[in-house]
């Protein structure tokens, strides 16, 4: 207690004495000469220079001071409260700028990985071709792929001679685009053919048209072995153009026709003629391994040649 009265003892004994000198300064209308330049001021020459002019006491101006010191420290980065909340202010910006980093660099590579999901697939053709197109088999019926291939056979205008394939692909487990199998289209066509001879099917096969004296199409399977391939075709040749007589735009007229065996270019061959004995389907083991469905002679020499010559593209 004797403390605080001393210290207000001495802030009023030395604002009492500042005001004296203000006031006697004032009464004799003296002009203090100007001061030299100081190197140092004292705490009274700023309290002077303060109290001029205004109407105050230098105890309100000291508390004031004092005030003020105080919220310069509260915001000051002295203060270790301040540091503290800094310090997590600038971790909590960090964590930011990161997660933001975090997102842009998960959004490229989930669209770099999307576009790596859907890149065009490249065939594996059994013939050289001039021409390709690519469907997706996922989400198609029966109905789907006769419709796909009849308007690649009609709309395709390609020079006389050349080949267009067309491919299907599927998404995998992971959904990346992969190429489909004959055996995978055969599976959505719901074909009856015996089931060795899905067993002897191979990973190789083509799908296509040649253009002829128009578009005929053709479909080449890699088979594993002959015997047995053998004997499934001619079990399944009841139901054979019913099963994929679409799927290479042969006319309903003829599904129900008999095979007949017919050499042609020293190949033996299972075909269907029309009434003017011309083929209209066909099929063929033009050797051990590669078995040929045709629509027309021309096609079939042209596919014979391309498939034993390895004829390539000029």
């Known amino acids: 207690m004797d403390n605080k009265d001393n210290n207000h003892d001495f802030v009023d004994k030395e604002a009492h004495q500042i005001s004296e000198l203000v006031d006697s300064k004032k009464e004799n209308n003296e002009t203090p000469p100007a001061p030299r330049k100081q190197t140092v001021r004292t705490y009274r020459d700023f309290a002077i220079k303060a109290l001029k002019g205004k109407p105050t006491s230098l105890a309100k101006m000291i508390i004031n001071e004092k005030n003020k010191a105080q919220v310069q420290h509260k915001y000051s980065i002295k203060n270790k409260n301040n540091i503290f909340l800094i310090i997590l202010s ?25 576009l790596e999901k859907n890149t065009v697939v490249e065939p594996k053709s059994l013939v050289y071709f001039d021409f390709k197109k690519e469907e997706l088999l996922d989400g198609l019926d029966r109905g789907d792929i006769f419709r796909i291939a009849k308007e690649i056979k009609d709309t395709s205008d390609i020079p006389k001679g050349d080949i267009k394939i067309f491919y299907f692909t ?6 990346y685009k992969i190429l489909a199998s004959a055996e995978d289209v055969f599976e959505v066509l719901d074909v009856r053919a015996p089931y060795q001879f899905f067993r002897n099917l191979s990973d190789d096969w083509t799908v296509g ?27 399944w040749e009841n139901n054979l153009l019913f099963d994929i007589g679409g799927f290479l735009s042969v006319n309903k007229k003829y599904f129900a026709q008999p095979f007949v065996d017919l050499v042609l270019y020293n190949k033996d061959t299972r075909v269907i003629l029309d009434d003017e004995g011309y083929v209209v389907f066909g099929y063929s083991f033009i050797d051990l391994r590669t078995l040929v469905f045709f629509t027309d002679n021309k096609s079939f020499s042209n596919l014979i040649e391309t498939l034993y010559n390895k004829k390539e593209k000029k």
């Open 90 to 114: 600038s971790m909590l910006i960090l964590l930011g700028i990161a997660a933001v980093a975090a997102v842009i660099i998960f959004t490229i590579i989930k669209n770099g990985d999307s």
């Open 170 to 175: 599927k998404k995998d487990n992971e959904g």
């Open 209 to 235: 048209i040649l253009s002829t004296e128009g578009n005929s199409p053709f479909l080449i399977l890699k088979m594993k072995d002959f015997d047995s391939s053998y004997a499934s075709m001619l079990s």
